[in-house]
């Protein structure tokens, strides 16, 4: 049970560095109809803004850098801090991933590595979403309803160098105050359920721009969490390399440059959470792949006439 | 003829005498200067190998100026004329750059301009006026800056105000710090490419956890009961951030980069990024035979998942021992206003450069000598906005031009001052002000942990 939710976290906390964001940001002392705020990859760190108001929130996600990045937004537990999390979550994660890249040991045993080596708290902390990949120039947008609190936002893929682009500085407190914020989430033309060993996708998904709800309806028993990344493929792309390159475990997973092209998604939310995203489409084979359950069927393979 | 005799004899003991003093300014070794025309300051400088005892009891393998780590101070007055003929007897290219001195392009001693290995070079130049200040020099050629300051090539510089408000009957002292690391052998120690310890010094910039004051290590300075001294400051460590404190006694903090401040400033401790310099007043507090010890306090600087376990170590840098000679009666105060610094006005700015700072990169770039990466004209006055994107402090360094920070954090800054190293903590901005007087050519901007500039956290800026 506990490997297996290692598992999971570890894609999730490998992208621990965070990227600086600079964005507009909403004063923290008045309520706001407009909840909307602008995080800025780069290689390696995010400009975002420190502070911003509790609510549904529209995060406009633009990738400056050269290379890919999503954005994953954490929650530690109550009482641990960023700096907690910077130094007692990434440290297991980055060992892990030199003993999986520079020693060769096995999957099974970094796994069994970071469950000694992480602190008990990190099984209580919650990932409450985030961007699918985008690639260098590219901008996403993702709704989420943020509760007060502090959270940590980071991007956990490798650079060329094999380096975890969270480790290299891209990492980054985020605090949401309890100012309330009287923004509404998005109306979406697509919905996207995922289940255990299922991703079901309601909507006519045609050509154009299109606005995804994403709704975890349950995680899987055994601990893995769900999320969504959509990558445009060529029409012989074999869904197992794509899966394959999804595994942070594997020594050339997440790392750039990427075997195709992605265009966003929602990164991991809690059970029971409902978050937004925005993608264009053109004509052609998309894959719709949950990075952790994707080989489990939580993906879909589909082609936009 | 006996008279005659001890006369002449008591005449040259005391040129002799007067001779050993002028080669020792601020405790350190002057260059000497072979030109006897008034206003021109001529040297030798060499940088070679050499074999010298940093840590007591053992020989090390250095690089040195003029054989020796640090090398010898150069002491220059506004007005002057310098003259440096270098001569490189290393194994490899090097520079000397005059970090912070205003001067031409060709004479910053930047990787633009390397020194091949058994190579000479003439660097010349001017002192401008209200330019007194402490500054220093140091090799920067691209990719090896660090190995080589880390092998011991850097030494001071002193320049003087002919109407320096503070008198010269102040004891001065000029304080270079630095720190390294040796192996078992007493070898000094870089981290093996693919080490760990490589990836922690490529990250944070190499530390060495053996500090040295000038060429010692906890070195004993005298100071009377009731004196007061004056303390030039350099830190001329690879990465290391001093936080400088001295027990039970305040400083008077009267000058950075680029000289002395408008009004001295009471403080309990100064932070000091590397390359910056401080220009303090030390008064002698205490009782005669007492001592007391400039110590470097924990200061946090790091990534959270790359600070060193003991970084919280309180460092010993020095002791300061009282004479036992009775207090000194007639105190020294120093003046209220040092001097007037011109003011560079937001108004006169007419562009503002943005600097991300990310871990070994700038604007997302890293160091291109084929490239410009910003262009100014000369004469311009603009803004830079320095932001720090990431969990570590970067001291940010502009060549060849002093600037005045205007804001921190979009908070105005207590009073004006000449800069040329900013040091802008994690996930802080700094903006500074600053005009292209006079030198246009391609002046690099970077960081100044050492590790990070010989990674590429480097550019260009072309003023023309």
Redesign the interface.
């Known amino acids: 049970m506990r490997i297996f939710k290692i598992l999971v976290f570890s894609s999730i906390i490998a992208g621990l560095i965070t990227v600086k964001a600079h964005a507009q940001m909403h004063s923290t002392d008045a309520s706001h109809s407009d909840h909307i705020i602008t995080i800025l990859a780069e290689d390696y760190a995010f400009q975002a803004p420190d502070v911003i108001p509790q609510g549904w929130t529209t995060i406009e996600f633009s990738n400056e850098g050269n290379e890919d990045h999503f954005l994953l937004i954490a929650k530690p537990p109550e009482g641990k801090t960023f700096d907690d999390y910077a130094s007692g979550v990434l440290i297991p994660f980055n060992d892990v991933w030199y003993a999986l890249r520079d020693d060769g040991i096995s999957q099974e045993d970094a796994m069994g590595k970071l469950g000694a080596d992480l602190p008990e708290w990190f099984w209580a902390v919650e990932f409450i979403g985030g961007t699918g990949i985008i690639p260098a120039g590219a901008t996403t947008q993702i709704t989420l309803n943020l509760e007060p609190g502090s959270y940590v936002i980071e991007c956990y893929m490798k650079n060329e160098d094999g380096e975890l682009h969270n480790v290299e500085g891209m990492m980054r407190e985020l605090t949401v105050t309890e100012s309330p914020s009287e923004a509404s989430p998005p109306n979406a033309d697509i919905a996207i359920t995922l289940s255990n060993f299922e991703m079901m996708i309601d909507g006519d998904l045609k050509p154009g721009k299109h606005s995804f709800s994403v709704h975890v309806a349950e995680h899987p028993e055994q601990g893995f969490g769900h999320n969504v990344h959509v990558a445009r493929v060529a029409p012989d792309t074999d869904v197992r390399e794509v899966q394959r390159y999804m595994n942070f475990m594997e020594v050339d997973g997440l790392q750039t440059p990427a075997p195709v092209q992605f265009i966003g998604g929602m990164h991991i939310m809690p059970q029971g959470n409902t978050g937004y995203f925005t993608a264009e489409l053109e004509p052609g084979r998309y894959l719709f792949l949950s990075e952790y359950t994707g080989h489990l069927g939580v993906m879909q393979d589909v082609t936009i006439e | 003829m006996l008279k005659k005799l001890f006369f002449v004899t008591a005449l040259i003991l005391c040129c002799f005498a007067i001779s050993i003093a002028q080669t020792s300014v601020a405790g350190h070794p002057v260059l000497e200067n072979l030109s006897s025309e008034p206003g021109i300051v001529e040297v030798e400088l060499t940088a070679s190998q050499e074999r010298l005892s940093l840590v007591p009891g053992v020989e090390t393998d250095v690089y040195a100026y003029n054989g020796r780590v640090p090398g010898p101070l150069l002491e220059v007055s506004e007005g002057d004329s310098v003259i440096v003929h270098f001569k490189n007897n290393l194994p490899e290219k090097t520079t000397v750059h005059w970090h912070g001195l205003h001067l031409p392009f060709v004479m910053d001693g930047s990787p633009f301009h390397p020194v091949g290995p058994g190579e000479t070079f003439t660097y010349a130049f001017r002192i401008h006026e209200g330019t007194a200040g402490t500054y220093w020099y140091h090799p920067h050629p691209h990719h090896r800056t660090a190995w080589q300051v880390g092998m011991g090539l850097y030494g001071g510089i002193i320049i003087r105000d002919h109407n320096d408000p503070l008198p010269d009957t102040l004891t001065e002292r000029l304080l270079i710090l630095s720190d390294n690391r040796f192996d078992d052998d007493g070898q000094i120690e870089f981290a093996e490419t693919g080490s760990r310890q490589k990836r922690v010094d490529d990250m944070n910039g190499r530390e060495g956890d053996v500090l040295f004051v000038n060429d010692e290590i906890m070195p004993e300075l005298t100071i009377r009961s009731g004196e007061v001294q004056r303390w030039r400051i350099v830190n001329a460590s690879g990465a290391r951030i001093y936080r400088l404190a001295l027990e039970g006694h305040t400083f008077t903090h009267v000058g950075s980069d680029g000289g002395l401040f408008e009004h001295p400033v009471e403080v309990d401790e100064i932070i000091l990024s590397n390359g910056e310099r401080a220009e303090l007043l030390v008064y002698g507090t205490g009782e005669p035979g007492s001592s007391i010890t400039l110590r470097d306090l924990p200061y946090d600087r790091y990534?959270?998942?790359f600070?060193p376990s003991n970084w919280e170590k309180t460092n010993d840098l020095l002791t300061l021992l009282y004479t036992d000679e009775k207090p000194v009666q007639e105190p020294f105060e120093v003046p209220e206003t040092l001097r007037k610094i011109p003011e560079l006005t937001l108004d006169d700015a007419t562009e503002t450069r943005i600097m991300?700072m990310?871990?070994?990169?700038i604007n997302?770039r890293t160091m291109d000598m084929n490239r410009v990466d910003e262009t100014a004209e000369l004469g311009a006055t603009e803004i830079w906005d320095i932001?720090?994107?990431?969990?570590?402090d970067h001291p940010f360094h502009l060549h060849g031009f002093q600037f005045q920070v205007i804001d921190r954090n979009g908070e105005p800054v207590s009073q004006r001052k000449w800069k040329d190293t900013v040091n802008v903590p994690g996930?802080e901005s700094a903006r500074f002000i600053v005009r292209y007087d006079n030198y246009p050519g391609l002046w690099m901007f970077h960081c100044h942990i050492l590790d990070h500039e010989d990674q590429g956290m480097m550019g260009v800026l072309e003023v023309k």
Do not use: D
């Not at chain 2, 932001?387 to 570590?392: E, F, K, S, T």
């Open positions: 990534m959270p998942m600070r991300r990310t871990n070994g990169k997302s932001r720090n994107l990431v969990g570590m996930f």
